[in-house]
């Protein structure tokens, strides 16, 4: 069995730049046993842009 994690990292709106450093985020978790699965970023906007994505990870419930 697993638990997962979801983080949202916030996009700017005038670049789509993220607001924060999303490798630092997946190496932190990385550390604390947490495996990245995928990144998701859902559309969030009219012209098909999104203002967030999420990284989401998994771990086993040993």
Known sequence: ???Y???QVKLSRWNNVPK???HE???K???DGWRFVQLFAPVTSG???SSFF???FERSLN
């Open 1 to 3: 069995m697993y638990e």
């Open 5 to 7: 994690k979801f983080i």
């Open 20 to 22: 924060e450093n999303y």
């Open 25 to 27: 985020i997946i190496a």
């Open 29 to 31: 978790h990385a550390k």
């Open 47 to 49: 012209n098909g842009s």
């Open 54 to 56: 999420e990284i989401i």
